[in-house]
């Protein structure tokens, strides 16, 4: 973080390679408080198995004497910066390795470019860093042998990759069978010390995730430039179309981006497979070919409120509300996990009408024939929206659906559900005494104690109930049948099935 910058600022995006701009500044559409507190509480509500801690650091730059003293008196010093970041993040501080109890500070301030004492301040860093990991990694002495032996060889391999067959061999001359090497790796992976998906790619182990993550920003960086031949990506007209107003693409663009796969280890096909298995592309077949629909490179707006109301004239939007904030990657994730079903309701992608004419990143048309009707999908910072233009009958089916494909993305992206603390109601419309609510989106709850439910608020708790019959038929549509829950609010139970 620029200590120059706001916390309330909205940082400025320019993607470049060599020092050469290749897009035209754009304003990202989160603050940077808002930046920093997705990600600590997306990485915090992971699973994980090695019961390990996460541990962040936040590194304020350009803080040498000169600026520094210039920008101190502006309108956010550095102390205010640390009270705003303490108060958003105070659930969390316990995780913060710079984190000073004493004087209230979560910043580690570093002069501008670090441009002396670097050595000393990277050193400094590292070890904070290397002091403060915690947890405890339990390793039988001869899976520790193999996993040297593992990096070992891999490290003379292409990209940190090794064949399962070279680690039946490592595992041979330390005496362990094949059904131990698998074992052994599945632990290995569990614990983050190799990368391995026996299910969809049993063949090769990665030792280092740079490969894997070096093809991915490969593929994203196409939604970054706005002359994608300037990088050597030539691709027709109408394949172009597709990628930028659709969000669509076939094989012709991974050829086209020179991704250095390494044929009979990872192909092309493999990591399709896995974009697929992350639920990060759908695919959509087609007679000739197949092509593949992936959110994540759209182009990065929302929808206003009255674009978004056009959707509304059958049923009040789905609200669906989580801790503060969206998790990183929950949206395109529940839109390509829609897509992605075998079973009925299916969606299809579904775009050029005159009031949507264009995918975009946090707002996604599907259309289901069997539900009749469009259904769109809009992505808020603190909660997804979910419209329906079909028969209001539908909607409960329609929110049952959606809550199966929230559970599956979560179990994808590796998030502790139970972390999620989702709620999927209608929004709250009541009259509030503090006529501030009234302006401030926020959910219903509801109570099965008695029949009919009763409805309440969620933040001003003192209103008098309302049963569910109360409520407009545009909202009630989707809550009709999740009578059969008994809990204050319905949200997202463990088990995903138990509510279908
Ligand atoms: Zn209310």
Known sequence: MKVTKSLHDKPTFVYSINGKALNTPKEMTLTNLQIIEKFVRSVAATSREDNSEPA???????????????????????????????????????????????????????????????????????????????GNINIPVRWYVFDLNLKNEASKETHGMISLESC??????????????????????????????????????????????????NI??????????????????????????????????????????????????????????????????????????????????????????LFAQVADPLFIQFDKTVLQGLFPTLVVS????????????????????????????????????????????????????GRSRHCDRLRKVVLEALSISAKVLQYDEKKLNMSAVVRCNRKHNVPANDKMIHPIT??????????????????????INDLSEKQSCWLIGAAGTHSETISLPTNGNEIL
């Open 168 to 217: 039946y061999s490592i595992g041979q001359r330390l005496e362990m069978d094949q059904g131990e090497v698998n074992e052994c790796l599945i632990y290995l992976d569990s614990m983050r010390l190799c990368i391995y998906y026996p299910t969809v790619l049993p063949q090769v182990v990665f030792t280092n995730p740079q490969f894997l993550i070096d093809c991915l920003s």
């Open 338 to 389: 829609l897509l992605s079903r075998e079973e009925e309701p299916l969606f299809f992608i579904d775009s050029r009408t005159s009031d949507f004419p264009q995918q975009l990143r946090h707002a996604v048309k599907l259309y289901t024939e069997e539900l009749f009707g469009s259904v769109l999908l809009c992505e808020n910072v603190e909660s997804i929206e979910i419209y329906f233009t």
């Open 220 to 309: 994203a960086c196409v939604s970054f430039i706005d002359n994608l031949t300037e990088i050597g990506i030539n691709l027709s007209w109408e394949d172009l179309n597709l990628l930028k107003r659709d969000g669509v693409f076939d094989e012709s663009l991974l050829d086209n981006l020179q991704l250095n796969l390494v044929p009979g280890l990872f192909s092309k096909g493999d990591l399709l497979s896995l974009m697929q298995h992350f639920l990060v592309i759908s695919t959509i077949k087609t007679a000739d070919k197949s092509r593949y629909f992936i959110p994540i490179l759209l182009p990065a707006e929302r929808l206003n409120e009255e674009q978004k109301a």
């Open 446 to 467: 509801i109570s099965y104690k008695n029949d009919p439910p009763e409805i309440g608020c969620s933040i001003e708790t003192s209103l008098p109930t309302i049963i």
């Open 56 to 134: 962040f650091a936040i590194i304020a730059t350009h803080c040498d004497k000169s600026k520094f003293k210039r920008f101190f008196g502006l309108k956010e010093t550095i102390r205010e910066k640390n009270k705003t970041l303490q108060s958003c993040l105070n659930e969390f501080l316990d995780l913060f390795i710079f984190y000073n109890r004493d004087s209230n500070e979560l910043i580690f301030p570093v002069d501008n470019f670090c441009k002396w004492d670097r050595e000393k301040i990277s050193a400094d860093i590292c070890h904070r860093l290397l002091s403060d990991i915690r």
